[in-house]
């Protein structure tokens, strides 16, 4: 269920909605959660939730000619030339904050093929959680460690003392 949880919140934080997968990720792995599904699970989720950026983005322009659109001319289009100064890697960057779900939104208005667009998605979202995870791992490694041995050594005088 945890890995589930963490698929749904990697989902929603990369919709438009505001949310952090990074937070329960972490806490998932302090947890001794296996850090292949932690980043299976995230990573998939939030390339999911990307995609449905990327699907909304395709059907946007539809309706850009009803009184009700969002989007100005003027900003869709300071949108696209920012897309295009910077190219299709710039989708590599598509976990940052604040600019990540905008992007991926963008890349659906401009067409960019699909396949494409899930492979520098996936990329870089992907990289983003096993680089969280590496440092999460070291970050609480030390002090598990720690624990762990201190308890260790409880035991050993336990045993010494019974023994004795």
């Given amino acids: 269920m945890a890995y589930f949880s963490l698929f749904i919140t990697g989902f ?3 919709t438009l909605f505001p949310a952090s997968s990074e937070v329960l990720l972490l806490a998932l792995l302090a947890q001794g959660l296996s850090p292949f599904w932690l980043w ?9 939730g990307s995609c449905v950026n990327w699907y909304l983005g395709r059907e946007l322009l539809r309706f850009q ?3 009700w659109f969002p989007i100005s001319a003027a900003a869709l289009q300071r949108a696209t030339l920012q897309f295009q100064r910077y190219g299709r890697w710039s989708l590599l960057l598509a976990w940052l904050p604040v600019v990540g779900d905008p992007l991926t939104m963008v890349a659906g208005v401009l067409r960019v093929p699909f396949r494409l667009f899930v492979v520098l998605v996936a990329l870089g979202k ?11 791992g070291q ?4 002090p598990i460690n720690r624990v762990a041995d201190n308890r260790a050594s409880k035991m050993r005088h336990m045993d010494s003392n019974l023994v004795g």
Avoid: D, E, K
């Avoid at 299976?40 to 999911?48: F, I, Y």
């Avoid at 992907?126 to 999460?136: F, N, V």
């Fill in 65 to 67: 000619h009803r009184s």
């Fill in 139 to 142: 970050f609480w490694s030390a």
């Fill in 12 to 14: 929603i934080a990369a």
């Fill in 40 to 48: 299976t699970a995230a990573t998939l989720g939030n390339t999911l």
């Fill in 126 to 136: 992907g990289l983003r959680y096993a680089i969280l995870l590496w440092l999460g």
